[in-house]
């Protein structure tokens, strides 16, 4: 494993970049959120899982599939970036649970939080929402989630996870829709209309649909999925709605030798993409569209600004609403707050909707008033969401900024740039690596290992190592760190992957 | 509000049934549970929400649609069946947050569950339980969940809500046809097959179907919201699959008096039923039926075990899996664990599938080996589930068990079954109640009204007499306690209804 010298030394190789090297340590100290974190890794056993791991796995397996565990982990023992499993490895977690924890494991701030009097009595009295909300709920909404409400969007729908998040999103951009054709909200539903989608067919069920990219993930529900298009082995024999798919731009790297060849891609995409708003207007017409600011479990693909802003325009141009997936992406971890900013949207061209789910704890959908529906229950569950992972949000929310996270992921992301640039042109990575992307995203780097059995292999190995890391699409590798993650945790990150890039 | 004297009056005025009256205080006191739980509703404001209520409502509006909040609450200061609004009303809460409270508001036993370790730290380091499950997983499972496994059944995927447990067993079955279909789980998909999947076409994407019946209610996300029924304002303006709907008997109440009606309607409706699963084999085959053993938001709509049994045995006969939907009614209210219980199945015709959520906190599908998808990720998602529930459900099955709450339901059901025949065949209800039912069913009973306008009236006057009590279908009252409602509370509801009644 590297030592903080070595790092230094990678550092001062230079990178192609010409900006100075961040100084991310000057900003924030994960001591303050995490006072007695693990200074390294700790492998100790041969393989990863260990034998007890093993054991704990075939035991759930007897009640639930069991081959697609990682390692079953110690969640009492973990401790801010590292994760602790059944046989006491200790390893850098740079995965997150699925980029889902924000700040690390067991925070004393947000241990104390859940002690709470207040947090217990939210987690033992759930109530039914949009019924019988506590008297508390302005408030902690006020005071939380609402204060990272997306530019433009004052309203916020709850939802207990990201894929049920994006269906109100389609739901709501359906009746909205439909509610346009008629003209305005006071006209009546038609007895032909309720009398047909109770039989689930047109008119009252009608034939509109949701535009989606290539590659792009919205969830696993028979909506969400429609809308998925990440991997077969996600959408096999589940039967989905005829909904069409634009192509996302398959860019070139590094980003600044193919400058005129990505243009001519995302030109080629949003022609096509807009052929198809075109097109399906005599058929299925597109109610939404929905877009990720990063296609994260597709394969970790972006697209420039420009590209972005020009979906969003075109979909208004085209009458379709616009929702940005930032289940993903949200909080922080591209280093803005939420993804999109970087976009450059003006006033007036804010999306319609913003989702968001996983580091946020709670799940739910941030939107404009002109897409309530009309009348009462027609968005409408049990539930609506979770009353304690909102007072989480609001805890976590409130760490985030008083520690100043957001910019300090930037600048650790910087400086993981620079790093991996000089570490990915060396001769240690030639043949292995490419495709080195995601700079200027914060800390959610990727790259693309040489066959997913490379891919696959480089994983097991960095686990073997003391790294939890993650993969996506065909052959990536995607960093997913926490927010407290830091110089002295990117130190032993790059070393690393050095380590096992020469191994392999 | 009728004295505990009155109650006993109607009892001994006697009831159409020969059993003898119920001595439910014997077996179970909230007192062990509750210990200092209200004796009887206190009303303070006029109107029910009062003005704190409506200011509380009016900013939540301002964020979220309000329009339908019932009222409130204080969660703090509720306990037991009575739940504190936002005014200091306190009312007897027959609807339990749309039937998901258990035990009852602050139960003692569970705040003190809820600042343990265990939980604190299963609430701040959610993990993505498919990859990452703790190393208490298993243990979780088989001290709490498994121990109420419905029988036959002793797999179980856990999700975060009905809506995703119906969903997840609509995947299974949709996966295990395909496997039929195929031959064995070792045949390999075609690249046909997952080329058109990403497309969302046939063969990739199945032309199957889920049947369900009139008047059914399954959820509201895009698949379960397909097989939902209830009412034009749940579906209308949502694409939705073209999948059948079978009818559900229109029983005629009371039962003694229309058995050979009754019986001609559920043969009709089983008719009708193996017609279109038969029928839809050239069309969009049934891969799966759904059905609630009451069907509840739809109206509260009862059949025999018979006809139940014979859903069940017909869809073997064709092929299709068998869901049973018990988000409502299981967890002991209907005077079972799970409701199909009554139903008498034999060995091997167990359903494929039982879902739960609501009442149990955790969410999930119980089923069998058979339906665990053949490959990995393929019934996958970040969460899976949220442990702090599963926690929470293990300690209420306790409760649930050592306080013999199932048969305490079952014996306040009769109670309340025999009072209520009392009442609704005296005059002050001619005219006003049909349809009681429920009789067998707990404390699940419910009746109709003589019009959704009187209906809502009712629910008004009942608000505003100290009781909080639900509707479902078009003008139903239906009722939904707790299962530490007891005695002392049947006299309150029971006194209070009649009282309304009288002033409608």
């Given at each position: 494993m590297l030592a903080r010298s070595?790092?230094?030394?990678?550092?001062?190789?230079?990178?192609?970049?010409?900006?100075?090297?961040?100084?991310?340590?000057?900003?924030?100290?994960s001591l303050d959120l995490i006072p007695d974190e693990p200074v390294r890794p700790s492998v100790v056993t041969d393989k990863v899982p260990g034998p007890k791991g093993v054991a704990a796995s075939a035991e759930i397996d007897a009640i639930q599939d069991a081959r697609t565990h990682v390692v079953v982990p110690n969640y009492e023992l973990s401790k801010g970036n590292y994760l602790v499993d059944a046989d006491g490895n200790v390893l850098l977690d740079v995965f997150a649970q699925i980029s889902s924890i924000a700040l690390g494991y067991n925070v004393p701030a947000l241990l104390e939080m859940a002690r709470s009097d207040e947090f217990v009595k939210a987690a033992m009295n759930r109530p039914a929402l949009g019924s019988f909300p506590p008297i508390q709920w302005a408030s902690w909404l006020k005071t939380g989630l609402l204060t990272v409400a997306p530019k433009g969007l004052d309203q916020l729908v709850t939802t207990l996870c990201g894929s049920s998040a994006n269906e109100t999103a389609f739901k709501c951009s359906f009746m909205a829709y439909r509610q346009r054709e008629r003209g305005s909200p006071e006209v009546a539903f038609t007895k032909e209309e309720m009398d047909s989608c109770m039989l689930n067919h047109s008119p009252g069920s009608p034939q509109l649909s949701?535009?989606?990219?290539?590659?792009?993930?919205?969830?696993?529900?028979?909506?969400?999925?429609?809308?998925?298009?990440?991997?077969?082995?996600?959408?096999?024999?589940?039967?989905?709605?005829?909904?069409?798919?634009a192509p996302f731009p398959e860019l070139r790297y590094p980003l600044s030798e193919y400058v005129a060849e990505n243009e001519a891609e995302e030109k080629r995409c949003l022609e096509e993409y807009e052929q198809i708003l075109t097109e399906s207007k005599t058929t299925r017409p597109v109610a939404a569209v929905i877009i990720e600011p990063i296609l994260s479990e597709g394969g970790d693909k972006?697209?420039?600004?420009?590209?972005?802003?020009?979906?969003?325009?075109?979909a208004k141009k085209h009458g379709a609403f616009f929702i940005v997936d930032e289940v993903q992406t949200g909080v922080g971890a591209t280093g803005t707050f939420w993804a999109h900013e970087k976009w450059g949207l003006q006033e007036g061209e804010e999306p319609d909707f913003v989702t968001f789910s996983k580091k946020m704890q709670a799940a739910g959908v941030f939107h404009k008033k002109e897409t309530r529906p009309n009348a009462p229950y027609r968005n409408y569950n049990t539930w609506m969401g979770d009353p304690i992972r909102i007072l989480q949000a609001r805890e976590m929310l409130k760490l985030i900024k008083e520690n100043d996270l957001v910019s300090h992921t930037a600048q650790t992301g910087a400086l993981l740039t620079s790093s991996f640039e000089s570490l990915f042109t060396s001769s240690g990575a030639a043949g292995k690596v490419s495709n080195f992307r995601g700079q200027g995203e914060g800390t959610y780097l990727a790259w693309d290992m040489a066959s997913p059995q490379m891919r696959d292999h480089?994983?097991?190995?960095?686990?073997?190592?003391?790294?939890?890391?993650?993969g996506c699409g065909e052959q990536a590798v995607r960093l997913r760190p926490m927010l407290t993650f830091g110089e002295k945790h990117a130190e032993v990150l790059v070393g690393t992957v050095e380590k096992v890039l020469t191994e392999l």
């Open positions: 070595t790092i230094r030394a990678l550092r001062t190789r230079g990178s192609a970049s010409p900006r100075p090297l961040p100084q991310a340590s000057r900003a924030f100290s949701v535009l989606s990219f290539k590659s792009g993930f919205h969830g696993r529900l028979f909506g969400s999925l429609s809308a998925t298009r990440s991997k077969a082995i996600h959408k096999i024999d589940i039967p989905a709605f005829d909904w069409p798919c972006h697209a420039s600004n420009s590209f972005f802003r020009s979906l969003r325009l075109i480089f994983l097991g190995k960095m686990r073997l190592n003391g790294v939890q890391i993650g």
